[in-house]
């Protein structure tokens, strides 16, 4: 036995709490390293102590990080999600946790009552609030279709949807196409205008790019690599939740040719490709499922602490770990800090909402903060900010993303895969990017900046984890 | 209203001025935004649309205020703002390490590094896995900790081959780096398996003065040889030493251990190629220094005459009885073992027999031996190694009682000790000599390489009327001379 090395010369100290040691052996010219060490943010001792000892955990966050990181992501398929996820009439998909109508957010009720008229369900605003009032229009998460959706999330059976999928388990997530920003169905607006675009959406879009991407993909062209140009936006300023220009661009630059051969008119054709120019979010529904994708290979890893979701209905915040299964864990959300588009303000916005957080789930969006600082000026901050965002994480994090690296961080991985125990023991919460929904129903987009779960849900989660480190 | 042309600026930069002059007395509304269809949008529905005419290229600059003065001061503030430039205010290696596991992230993963957890007893199990973790070891200071968590951080570490020292390690020198108390020790061939930090202290400091060193002292944790922890660390220690080639002989120091324990490590010792000698405190053995004698005949070195300062000699009053006030766990321990086939019972707070227990009362009569560092007595405050209050009133006590008394006391030093403890310690003495007839014997644990130098502190406790001994055993042995009580 030679205790890693530990008798072969003087050793380097590192100490965590009463300093009185380190000042002794300082005086002796030992390399000492304090610790801030900090009593834990939340969670009994004993719980910590549980997971701390559990002798699964390390080789199960082996397993969770081994899985996410090999994870690929490739786009196969356009489809409505009638087909893709069998969604059936009278059934809507909505973002975070699981919600009911009563529950709902402005923005929720908003896209919901969009979503109703969109499909024709009912005729006009009144008539869908009755639906989904008394239940006759069915709500589920998208998290429980393998589906992810921005901000409200809302997905109904004609909606297109991006199918990716992971070369490596053969895996699928979904998500459904970008409207762009504004007065959108994702951020609760739901006027003519909103329903003007989706149904050119359903129409057009979705059509073109359908035929695009199969047809590319029948002329012996490989799918497109969508993790590839989410690795290639965060070394473009991107952080891919809240800033996704280079991404969009190159997403355009990837699909244009197939998109120019579908064979759709011409005036269809540049319709298209001005949407998707126009729209500095377009990759963020291709990001997403790309994200989805590696945490659900995560999933179900007994012993595991990794998160595999972050989700927010605009309710409540819900979180699942990779030990835990499809255990929601949730607590009420917290409204986003940051800036307003035109005269909006503080009171205007909605709590948080949306799966997007499924990109800090993966490590990047706040997570990678140091490669788009511009993202930090939302709430006033600086460069050194971003940075010491993302330097922060790390201690959050179970691994290093080799495929996301980060240029100013000397191309360092980023912070990847959400430790229950290790948000428990520094007391720092994920750091989210994020949109800003208007809090009343129809308004559409208020502003962006940053967010933090609520401290309950990892609480629960916690308890929960070190419960079933006892009984195993 | 202002459309202008060839300036660009992002649009959360474009945000924060929007909201910097919304914030200004006398605007009631403002839009600095790229002209974009979405902002003209958003400035429509403000009633602050321009008239026509307006590319995304353009910036519109869209403000109302309730007078002129308001506006043009509003506008002013609009250049200013755009033309502010951010300047860099720190620096991302101000974020502080969390966790062991952060901090040892930090490290080159070649050269030798030791994890130390002195954090409440509670939280010390997750700290010390994150050492185990990363291929560290770990010594662990604080107490409290579970007994069970221990179990499990030793057996990790054992699977990971790595040590855990503690909970409850106090003292220990790796390479000559001295970690908690201990001591400046001159470096040798003999390692130390220690179960008892004031016993590895004495034992470090008596090799040291016979002029043959350690090469490392490894605590344990007094707990380790339980039938609880079964000498999980001890064996781990033992096996470590017998491959370092700095060690030619280990001592283990513990208090009484576990009989099954003693057993199992003597039989893993006895299949090493090291050399391992006990100096576990019994009834049977109960004499540190004389294990330290047995270690130097192995040795083949001559047992040196431990330093002293012989004392005024005087004998006690008839009837005296023995008061030891001591700070160190395991020197009680053997001051007991070693009085009491001549005094009889002697009461403790923490005694050899339950029946013999103090209670609360620490100022009870007849032969007394108080461990002033036992975890009872330092709840809420230092250890007294550093903090010497409750013994100095101990000691006062004894002076203003009428019982006729021999005082001992142990006085350790180095590390992590009370910088100059005979400063504290001889007024008191002085004025306890001077209220009665009252013989002081120290144990005066420490070497001439300590911050406080062994000999500079045994003069002044000398010169206050003490007899000073480097040897606990002695000092013990001294007292029962006084008494008229020697075996």
């Known amino acids: 036995m030679s205790l890693g090395n530990l008798l072969s010369g003087p050793p380097a100290i590192v100490a965590a709490g009463v300093d009185v040691f380190s000042e002794a052996l300082r005086a002796q010219g030992a390399d000492v390293h304090d610790v801030d060490w900090r009593p834990p943010g939340f969670g009994d001792p004993a719980d910590l102590a549980a997971l701390a000892l559990d002798a699964r955990r390390a080789a199960a966050n082996r397993t969770a990080v081994e899985r996410l990181l090999a994870a690929g992501s490739v786009l196969v398929d356009v489809r409505p999600a009638r087909e893709v996820i069998g969604l059936t009439d009278r059934v809507l998909l909505h973002s975070g946790p699981p919600l009911t109508w009563e529950a709902a957010s402005g923005p929720m009720r908003g896209a919901l009552v969009g979503a109703c008229l969109f499909e024709g369900w009912a005729a006009d605003v009144e008539e869908a609030e009755i639906l989904l009032s008394t239940g006759a229009v069915a709500l589920d998460p998208c998290h429980h279709h393998r589906t992810v959706g921005p901000m409200a999330g809302v997905t109904s059976p004609s909606m297109w949807m991006w199918c990716l999928e992971d070369p490596v388990t053969g895996g699928q997530a979904f998500c459904n196409l970008n409207e762009g920003l504004g007065k959108v169905l994702r951020m609760g607006a739901f006027n003519e205008e909103v329903q003007t675009r989706l149904r050119w959406m359903r129409d057009v879009l979705g059509p073109v790019l359908s035929t695009a991407v199969r047809g590319s993909i029948d002329a012996g062209n490989d799918p497109l690599d969508v993790k590839g140009v989410l690795a290639q936006m965060l070394q473009m300023g991107d952080e891919g939740h809240n800033r996704n220009r280079a991404g969009s661009l190159m997403a355009l630059r990837e699909l244009s040719p197939a998109i120019v051969a579908s064979g759709a008119p011409s005036s269809d054709i540049a319709d298209v490709l001005r949407f998707i120019g126009g729209n500095e979010h377009f990759f963020l529904n291709l990001g997403m499922p790309t994200a989805k994708l590696a945490l659900d290979a995560a999933r179900n890893v007994p012993g595991s602490t990794m998160l595999t979701v972050m989700s927010r209905n605009g309710t409540e915040f819900g979180i699942q770990t990779a030990g835990t299964g499809d255990r929601w864990f949730t607590g009420p959300a917290n409204t986003p800090v940051g800036l307003f588009l035109g005269d909006f303000g503080p009171d205007d916005a909605n709590p948080d909402i949306g799966d997007s957080a499924i990109m800090e789930t993966y490590g990047v969006g706040g997570f990678a903060m140091a490669a788009a600082p511009a993202i930090v000026r939302f709430v006033g901050g600086t460069v050194p900010d971003a940075l010491a965002t993302t330097e922060r994480m790390y201690q959050l994090t179970l691994t290093e993303n080799p495929a996301m690296a980060i240029p100013i961080m000397g191309f360092r991985g980023s912070p990847t895969g959400i430790d229950v125990l290790k948000v428990a023991r520094t007391g720092w919460l994920p750091q989210i990017n994020t949109g800003m929904a208007g809090r009343i129903a129809g308004t559409g987009q208020v502003g962006a900046g940053l967010v933090q779960p609520p401290q309950q849900c990892f609480e629960q989660a916690l308890a929960a984890l070190a419960e079933e480190a006892r009984t195993a | ?487």
């Not at chain 2, 007899?467 to 075996?487: E, K």
């Open chain 2, 1 to 487: 209203m202002q459309l202008r042309s060839g300036v660009y600026a992002d649009s959360v930069k474009l945000m924060q001025v929007s909201r910097r002059i919304g914030a200004r007395d006398g605007v009631s509304a403002v839009l600095v935004a790229m002209a974009t269809p979405l902002n003209l949008e958003l400035a429509e529905g403000m009633g602050l649309a321009p008239d026509g005419g307006a590319s995304p290229e353009q910036l519109l600059i869209a403000v109302r205020a309730e007078d002129d003065d308001a506006l043009a001061a509003a506008l002013a503030d609009v250049d200013a703002a755009l033309a502010e430039r951010e300047r860099s205010t720190g620096s991302a290696d101000a974020i502080p390490h969390r966790t062991i596991g952060a901090g040892l992230d930090e490290l080159a993963h070649d050269a030798p590094a030791l994890a130390i957890v002195s954090v409440p007893g509670a939280y010390a199990a997750a700290e010390a896995a994150d050492a185990i973790a990363a291929g560290r070891s770990v010594l662990v200071f604080s107490d409290g900790v579970p007994v069970e968590q221990e179990v499990a951080l030793k057996r990790a570490a054992h699977e990971a081959g790595v040590l855990v020292m503690g909970p409850d390690c106090g003292t220990a020198i790796v390479s000559g780096v001295a970690l908690g108390f201990a001591n400046v020790v001159r470096p040798g061939p003999v390692g130390l398996v220690a179960a008892s930090g004031t016993g590895a202290q004495q034992v470090s400091c008596l090799l040291d003065m016979a002029g043959v060193g350690v090469s490392h002292v490894l605590g344990v944790g007094g707990r380790d040889l339980s039938e609880a922890v079964g000498g999980l660390a001890t064996l781990d220690a033992l096996a470590a030493l017998d491959t370092d080639p700095a060690t030619e002989r280990v001592l283990v120091v513990s208090k009484p251990p576990a009989p099954a324990v003693v057993a199992a490590v003597e039989e893993f010792a006895a299949g090493l190629s090291v050399p391992v000698r006990s100096a576990t405190l019994s009834a049977e053995t109960p004499d540190l220094t004389a294990a330290v004698e047995a270690l130097l005949a192995d040795l083949g070195r001559d047992v040196p005459e431990w330093p002293s300062r012989p004392g005024p000699a005087e004998q006690a009053a008839p009837g005296a009885v023995l008061k030891g006030l001591y700070s160190g766990g395991t020197l009680a321990d053997e001051a007991m073992l070693l009085a009491s086939p001549a005094l009889g019972g002697i009461r403790s707070n923490t005694p050899l027999e339950p029946d013999l227990h103090l209670g609360t009362d620490l100022s009870a009569s007849g032969h007394l031996v108080i461990d002033f560092g036992d975890d009872a007595l330092t709840v809420g405050r230092a250890h007294p190694m550093i903090d010497p209050t409750l013994r100095l009133e101990a000691i006062a006590g004894v002076a203003a009682s009428d019982e006729a008394a021999v005082l001992l006391l142990d006085v350790v030093l180095g590390y992590g000790a009370d910088p100059d403890p005979a400063g504290a310690l001889v007024p008191a003495l002085q004025a306890a000599r001077a209220r009665k007839s009252l013989p002081v014997v120290v144990a005066l644990i420490g070497t001439e390489g300590d911050p406080q130098a062994w000999s500079r502190q045994a003069d002044a406790l000398a010169a206050a009327g003490a007899a000073v001994f480097a040897s606990n055993a002695a000092a013990t042995r001294y007292a029962l001379d006084l008494l008229g009580a020697s075996t």
